[in-house]
Each structure stands twice: as structure tokens, then as C-alpha cells.
């Protein structure tokens, strides 16, 4: 029998072993490929006995290589000017997004291993430039071709052609021909433009006499367009289309969700609405699994940090709380966690409200008032699930945080998040919201404080000379003349920010003996704070001047999120 002989038979038992197919479907399509010749997915797709897309994905597990659906693909009109239509259609291939910071460009392919047609592309599109193939059925490829060839597809140009042209509102929500809509594309292209530019909130925002767009990048709000309020009807009513939502609805607010196929993989957005004065205020949560799982080492902590965190996750019993404020990275963190510890040994179990990224092999659970399910009483339900880690979405009153206690003092391994300024600060708030100290002491592993800072430019960035005022804040002596540090300029790689990226700053708080006889006994603050220093704690303000030091951030963003002003000692 021949290699490829062999690889048809594999790939039919395969499909037999999975419930796909029959051996009879199998047997049929194999005496029907003699007289073809066509490959056997394409045969078994042909006579009905499976989906485009579930041979797609089974063949992909088989190869070792990434599949993407299309259905629900959006353009990335960057990577659509690199390819011609006509060489697209010859050899079969959809180009789906390109990095120019990178230079990679992805396409999908109906067989990835083809190195005649990766080698016509890259001669092309340049050599210059990485190609990352993906595997995607045929027909799937075809009918993308045909949708994202022969429009625009840029904000701009979609921008011009509105504004040139007349809105027909009842072909927004229709199946067929939605690409010659161009508010379906102009809509499409703020989403992947958005994904794009790693934006983690998409702001459709109405006022008096326009529309303003804004995307909220590296935590901090950045417009990117406004056009006439003229057209926000129709995008508004395309938004709710695409987000199953009611469109006759403009006087309550209203949740939905959309999922899209962007640069090749899943992205989803989390789509609330408000009723405004000057109309209906929409925004997307960009729920991007790429950006926001990242390993625990990725996470751009300092050595001793992460040492420390992987001690305090390595304790099998108690619990690990995670302070900060909104959008300060806790639940990126506490998946970072979970990832790091996740393994067939250990059963791991959340209750999320709600749960933003689906992630294999962990059993995930939303608790909200449709759900009929508190933290409370879904942790109750949890434990007799025989979890090993739980994590609770967040601890907001006493019923939750008793409850999380006793998982802990029962042998589980526990994460949670609890709104307070530092780490230190969570003992008066669980005390405030009714857990006795005694219950608190020992059963505590860590407590961990979070901001985000974003990063300076590597291109860009200058070194200056710091004031007095500035060594200070630093928590260095006047006299310390050679020490540099850096501050943002701006330049055509991070758009003019003189920023790119975040990174992480913690205080990590891990218990002891010492800590837990203080907090047992009601100590102070103060009490705490001094031994907590005296076993090496670093406070936030302490970790922001480390990353300012060595050159990764500025002091102007630490001090934008952290307060430093305690250290200029009052005269």
C-alpha cells in the first residue's frame, strides 16, 4: 500500500473511531474516490456523510496543524492587498491578517504542507515576509474570496463610501450579499482593526451632532474616529444584529455577545448597550483568549516575585486573594495561575460572573441573577463536585467569603479577588464585611496587589536627568547623580504613545506564623506592615520604581497608577 494509501485509510478510521462516519460511508467514499481521484474529505462532504467544517477539524488534530472556521471570518484589508484575487482563487488560499510589526502573514489553506503554492505566495508577497498557514476547507475559502475581494475594506475607504452613499437599513440584518452593506464592513473593520491594535474595549459613543469611536489600548482610552451621527442608527442596529440582541429595544440597556473568526482564531466580544441623551452608548469587550491567557512566566514579573508566587501556589490547602481595581489585570493573573497548575491530576473548578474565556479541561460556571446562582451558594454546589482548586470570581459579602474559607480550611486550594487599594488592605475589608480574625489566621496563604503599567517604546525611548523631587519618589538619595531613567517620546511603532504594552506590578504578601498570631490577635495595620518588612515585602510603590529603574517603564506612568507621594517626608 502507498504512503498516501495509507494516510486516506487513517484519516477514514479516524472519522469511524469519532462517530463521524460509518465504515460503510468510508467504504463508499473510498470506491467512489477510485473513479475521482478527489481527496476523501472532499468525497465524503460531496455525498453528504459529514461537514466541511468537522472533516476541517479532524484532519487538522490528524496533521498537527491549526484549523480556522470561516464562517464567521472577518478581513483584514492589510492582509487582502497583499494577495491579488486571481492568484487567491488559482491556488486556493485566503490571505487572513498580516503583522507588519513582524512581518508574518497569515493565510488559510486547504492542505498547509503544499510547499509549490507557500513558495508562489511568498514569491509575491516577498520574501521578506514569514507566512503562518492554516488549514480551512475549500469551499469555506471560496466563499471568502468571493466576500472580501471586490470591496473595501479599510475604516477609510468604508468611511468614504458611506458618506458618498445611501444606507439601506433592511439589508444589514440579511444572510446573503452582507459585504456590499458598507456599514456590515465598516462595523467588521473596527473589530479587527481593534483586535488588531490589541485594544480591550471598543467605545461607540454618541454625542450632540456625531459618533465618536474609541478603543481602550494598554488601559488608556485613545479616539480613533468620528463621523456624522447620520450613520449611527445603522451601526448601532448592526451591532445588535450581531450580538443577538432586540433592535426595537432603544430605552433599556441590554447584554449580548458576538463571535467572530479574526487572524485565524476565536475572539469574542462581550456587547453592553446604555441609553444616553443623545442616543443609545455601546461598548465591546474585547475577549481575546490569545492576550488573555498568558503563562505565568510571560506575565513580565520581576524573578523574585515570581519565585515567590509559585511558592505560595505550590501549598495545597487555603487561599490566595488578588486586590486591585478594575481593569488591573486580576483575572488575566488568576488564569495564569490556574494554566500553570492545570493538569489531568488535578480537578479545577470556577464560578465566574460571567466567564470570559473558555478554557479546556477546566470546569467553568457563570453565577448571576438569570442563572438563579450566587457565589455563595455555588460554591456550596462546587464542593460536592470533589474539586482540588477552586476559583471564585469575586468575594463581595460575607456569605461568599465564609464560604471560600471553609473550601480553604476543607482541603481545597482557593483563588478569589476582592476590590481593596493594597494587600494589607484586604484583612479590615473581609474583617469589615464580617469574617472573624481567627478564621482569617492560617487559613490565608498570600495576599497579592495588582496594577498595570504600560511599557516604554524600546524604539523610542530617551534617558533624561531626574530632579531632586523625582529621586525622592524613586526612594533614592539626592546625592545618587549616575542613575538614568527613561521617559516616552513617541514614534511610528507604538503610533506616537512613546508606549507599547503592559506589564505587571505586584506586591505579594505571603503569610506566616508571625502575620497569622498578628491578624489572630486584631493587630493593627502598622503592626502588620512593620513585620511583613522585616521578612523582605515589597509594596507596589517599591516594585514601580524597580521597573522604572531598569528602564522598562517611566515614573510619570507609575505615578499614574501608583502613590508615591507618602515618600516625600513632610517638613
Known amino acids: 500500500m502507498s504512503p498516501q494509501n495509507k494516510k486516506v485509510q487513517r484519516l477514514g478510521e479516524i472519522l469511524v473511531q469519532q462517530g463521524v462516519t460509518t465504515p460503510d460511508q468510508i467504504d463508499i467514499a473510498l470506491t467512489e474516490q477510485k473513479k475521482s481521484k478527489e481527496k476523501l474529505g472532499k468525497i465524503l462532504v460531496r455525498l453528504g456523510f459529514a461537514t466541511e467544517s468537522i472533516i476541517r477539524d479532524v484532519i487538522g488534530g490528524v ?6 472556521n470561516l464562517d464567521n471570518a472577518i478581513a483584514d484589508s492589510d492582509a487582502v492587498t497583499l494577495l491579488p484575487k486571481a492568484l487567491a482563487r488559482r491556488l486556493h488560499v485566503l490571505p487572513l491578517t498580516y503583522d507588519s510589526a513582524n ?43 468571493d466576500q472580501f475581494y471586490g470591496f473595501e475594506l479599510s475604516v477609510d475607504g468604508i468611511l468614504r463610501e458611506i458618506e458618498t452613499g445611501e444606507i439601506d437599513y433592511q439589508s444589514l440584518d440579511a444572510e446573503s450579499d452582507e459585504y456590499s452593506q458598507p456599514v456590515v464592513r465598516l462595523v467588521n473593520a473596527l473589530l479587527s482593526d481593534a483586535v488588531k491594535r490589541r485594544a480591550s474595549d471598543i467605545h461607540f459613543e454618541p454625542e450632540e451632532g456625531f459618533l465618536r469611536f474609541r478603543y481602550r489600548i494598554d488601559g488608556v482610552l485613545r479616539q480613533i474616529r468620528s463621523i456624522h451621527k447620520n450613520y449611527w442608527s445603522a451601526i448601532a442596529v448592526r451591532l445588535k444584529v450581531m450580538a443577538g440582541m432586540d433592535i426595537a429595544e432603544t430605552r433599556a440597556p441590554q447584554d449580548g455577545r458576538i463571535s467572530l473568526s479574526l487572524s485565524g482564531r476565536t475572539v469574542d466580544f462581550r456587547v453592553a448597550t446604555l441609553p444616553t441623551v443623545h442616543g443609545e452608548n455601546i461598548v465591546l469587550r474585547v475577549l481575546d483568549r490569545q492576550s488573555g491567557i498568558v503563562a505565568l512566566e510571560k506575565l513580565g514579573l520581576m524573578d523574585e516575585a515570581l519565585n515567590t508566587l509559585k511558592i505560595m501556589v505550590s501549598r495545597p490547602e487555603g487561599i490566595i486573594l488578588i486586590t486591585g481595581p478594575t481593569g488591573s489585570g486580576k483575572t488575566t ?13 488535578v480537578n479545577i473548578m470556577t464560578l465566574e460572573d460571567p466567564v470570559e474565556y473558555p478554557t479546556s479541561m477546566i470546569r467553568q460556571t457563570s453565577a448571576s441573577e438569570t442563572s438563579r446562582l450566587d457565589f455563595a451558594s455555588g460554591i456550596r454546589s462546587m464542593m460536592r463536585q470533589d474539586p482540588d482548586i477552586i476559583l471564585v470570581g469575586e468575594i463581595r459579602d460575607e456569605d461568599t467569603a465564609s464560604m471560600a474559607l471553609r473550601a480553604a480550611m476543607t482541603g481545597h486550594q482557593v483563588f478569589s479577588t476582592l476590590h481593596t487599594n493594597s494587600a494589607l488592605a484586604a484583612i479590615p475589608r473581609l474583617m469589615d464585611i464580617g469574617v472573624k480574625p481567627d478564621i482569617l489566621a492560617g487559613n490565608i496563604i498570600g495576599i497579592i496587589a495588582q496594577r498595570l503599567v504600560r511599557k516604554l517604546c524600546p524604539v523610542c525611548k530617551e534617558t533624561y536627568e531626574m530632579s531632586d523631587l523625582e529621586r525622592t519618589l524613586l526612594n533614592l538619595k539626592v546625592t545618587d547623580k549616575h542613575q538614568t531613567i527613561y521617559r516616552a517620546n513617541g514614534c511610528q511603532q507604538c503610533e506616537g504613545q512613546g508606549y507599547r504594552g503592559r506589564l505587571a506590578i505586584l506586591e505579594i504578601l505571603h503569610f506566616d506564623i508571625d502575620l497569622d498570631e498578628i491578624i489572630a490577635r486584631r493587630g493593627t495595620q502598622r503592626e502588620l506592615m512593620r513585620a511583613a518588612l522585616s521578612k523582605g515585602f515589597k509594596t507596589l510603590a517599591d516594585s514601580g520604581s524597580a521597573r522604572v529603574l531598569d528602564g522598562s517603564t517611566s515614573l510619570e506612568e507609575v505615578s499614574r497608577v501608583i502613590d508615591l507621594s507618602s515618600r516625600i517626608k513632610q517638613k
Open 63 to 68: 496533521i498537527g496543524q491549526d484549523s480556522v
Open 103 to 145: 512581518k508574518r502573514l497569515t493565510i488559510a489553506m486547504t492542505d498547509t504542507f503544499n510547499v509549490v503554492v507557500l513558495d508562489q505566495v511568498s514569491v509575491h508577497v516577498g520574501r521578506d515576509i514569514d507566512l503562518i498557514p492554516v488549514l480551512a476547507g475549500e469551499v469555506e475559502i471560496e466563499k471568502c474570496i
Open 333 to 345: 493573573t488568576l488564569y495564569s495561575i490556574l494554566h500553570y497548575l492545570n493538569n489531568e491530576s
